[in-house]
């Protein structure tokens, strides 16, 4: 039963994503983006409060992120860690 369980993890473990052999924890929360249509029209909400304005937001911040589309292509999600968060706040 162990065996099957360590191939399992072996098989979800990204290795380009060495976080949690860095951290020993995984992500901690995930925020999902609609994809639009180039055609679709957007509200200034959407326009001022954009993807790519909140993801250099929380860069800004010190947060740690990786992004992944959905299977089908409708959504992006984007993965996020305080960790660096809280110890830049340590340091500085």
């Not at 060495?18 to 020993?24: A, L, P, T």
């Not at 954009?50 to 984007?78: C, H, P, W």
């Amino acid at each position: 039963m162990l065996d099957r369980i360590k191939i399992a993890k072996d098989k979800r473990r990204n290795n380009r994503d060495n976080f949690r052999m860095e951290n020993g924890y995984s992500w901690d929360y995930v925020l999902v983006f609609r994809v639009y249509d180039c055609l679709d029209e957007l509200s200034e909400d959407q326009k001022k409060f954009s993807f790519k304005y909140v993801v250099n937001r929380l860069a800004e911040g010190g947060l740690q992120t990786r992004l992944f589309y959905s299977m089908d292509v409708s959504q992006i999600n984007v993965l996020n860690s305080f960790m660096a968060c809280i110890t830049s706040s340590f340091i500085g």
